[in-house]
């Protein structure tokens, strides 16, 4: 994943797993709809790499965090999609409490004179 802006590249790099739990929260999809969904609901600011897409998704899936099987796509082609378990819920709501945590910190440090 990069951003237009890749030296924030790496910090967002580790939120990748997180975004796909995040995709998968509204049901089963394939690689190709998981890239443009993330994608389109950061407004384009966030480009998924196929490169980072697939190994990202090999590790969820060896975690037992989601699971695959292969079903059709909406242009009629075999695809491999990918369905969030139980403990990828699980471990979603771990990984966006951390960045909750993350990003107030990151507040802090920026605009120290709004916490007072």
């Known amino acids: ?9 790496d910090l967002l790099q580790g939120t990748l797993d997180m975004l796909i739990l995040q995709t998968l929260v509204m049901g089963p999809s ?7 969904a ?9 480009q998924v790499e196929h490169g980072s897409l697939y190994p ?11 699971v695959s ?3 059709t796509s909406d242009n009629n082609r075999k695809a491999k999609y990918y369905r969030l378990t139980k403990a990828g819920r699980k471990q979603l709501t771990a990984e966006t409490s951390r960045w909750e945590r993350l990003v107030r910190g990151i507040g802090r440090v920026l605009r120290p004179a709004e916490e007072q």
Not at 38 to 46: F, G, H, M, T, Y
């Open 69 to 71: 099987f292969w079903g």
């Open 30 to 36: 394939h690689a190709h709809a998981i890239a443009h």
């Open 56 to 66: 990202a998704l090999y590790r969820l899936d060896d975690r037992g965090w989601i």
């Open 1 to 9: 994943m990069a951003r237009e802006d890749t030296s924030s590249g």
């Open 38 to 46: 993330i994608e389109r609901r950061s407004d384009e600011i966030l």
